[in-house]
């Protein structure tokens, strides 16, 4: 009779025991999974961040724009370009005007430098014409004085012209490039010189 204590002290001893072990194994489980969580997340932040600059990387070393594509290189064939001082030729495709001056070659933006309308060469008048407010241009995109709010000439894309001696390419200031003997032109929508403002020097 003097046993069932012991027993019961026993069982109580076993059970604690087993309620005790699970919680210990628990314990380091959940500890092992953290470091291993923690360790995951690491590796996946770093392989993330290695995807991203090597993404960034590839981004810009390929060329934005394909030749032929506004933002691109549109390739010309001399014999194709509008006599010296005859109207200028559109180009929609590439958003630009030619216009063959007596001084050079100029690729004219078709956008006007007041709030971006697209302007027309008007024959009658000899120079282009913004339908918008009323800005008025040269065939070599000097503003016109008084005529109309846009504050600048219009913008010019950086031309070169292959000839059998070299090449030849726009200025700083965004002059005309003399065409003489040219064998090839390329016009570079990628590169934009602004107008210079209205009534100052001939920009040549
Ligand atoms: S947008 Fe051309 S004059 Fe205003």
């Not at 628990?26 to 993330?48: C, H, N, P, V």
């Amino acid at each position: 009779m003097a046993t069932a204590p012991v027993t019961r002290g026993r069982a109580a001893s076993a059970t604690t025991k087993a309620a005790e072990a699970p919680a210990a194994s628990d314990a380091q489980t959940k500890g092992i999974s953290r470091r291993e969580f923690l360790y995951y997340i690491w590796g996946a932040s770093m392989a993330l961040l290695m995807a991203e600059s090597a993404g960034a990387i590839i981004w810009f070393s390929l060329p934005r724009f394909r030749a032929g594509e506004y933002g691109g290189i549109f390739t010309i064939d001399p014999s194709t370009l509008p006599a010296v001082g005859s109207p200028p030729v559109g180009r929609p495709d590439g958003k630009f005007w030619l216009s063959n001056t007596k001084n050079g070659l100029l690729a004219l933006s078709m956008i006007c430098t007041h709030l971006g309308c697209l302007f027309k060469w008007v024959d009658a008048n000899n120079r282009f014409e913004c339908p918008c407010h009323g800005s008025k241009f040269q065939a070599d995109g000097t503003k016109i004085k008084g005529q109309g709010p846009a504050p600048r000439n219009l913008d010019r894309f950086v031309i070169t012209v292959t000839k059998p001696g070299g090449t030849d390419k726009t200025n700083a200031n965004g002059g005309p490039v003399n065409i003489e003997g040219a064998t090839s032109i390329a016009i570079d929508t990628g590169k934009k010189i602004k107008g210079w403002p209205e009534g100052s020097a001939p920009q040549v």
